[in-house]
């Protein structure tokens, strides 16, 4: 594979964690800080945003998922599924630091 397999792969697992809590806030109705909001990540945004921001997180997830070729590997471990956890990772602690501020 290429190195841009392995970007891909990165922002695939990226991507596709970040369609989490915003298709969940959206559907259940809360507000949640995206992009769009003011101030931007901060702010918090209707749940329709939310849901459409996650819906084109999982649309842009599914085109790097593809691109990245995670589901071709053909062992049940490979670097391309290794860099694709490590996406998934690195959202989920950077958006639990960014997102602490937020209280209910």
Do not use: Q
């Not at 989490?20 to 959206?26: A, C, E, K």
């Not at 593809?66 to 602690?93: C, M, P, T």
Request: proline content about 6%; aromatic content about 18%; glycine content about 10%.
């Amino acid at each position: 594979m290429k190195w841009y397999h392995y970007l891909a792969c990165f922002f695939a697992g990226m991507f596709l964690a970040n369609t989490v809590p915003h298709l969940i806030h959206g559907i259940s109705g809360e507000a949640f800080p995206t992009p769009f909001a003011n101030p931007p990540g901060r702010g918090l945004s209707s749940p329709t945003t939310n849901v459409i921001w996650g819906l084109a997180n999982l649309a842009a997830g599914y085109i790097l998922f593809n691109l990245g070729k995670v589901y071709e590997a053909d062992k049940w471990w490979s670097w391309s599924r290794a860099i694709f956890f490590a996406g998934i990772i690195v959202i989920s602690l950077m958006s639990s630091y960014g997102f602490s501020h937020i209280t209910r």
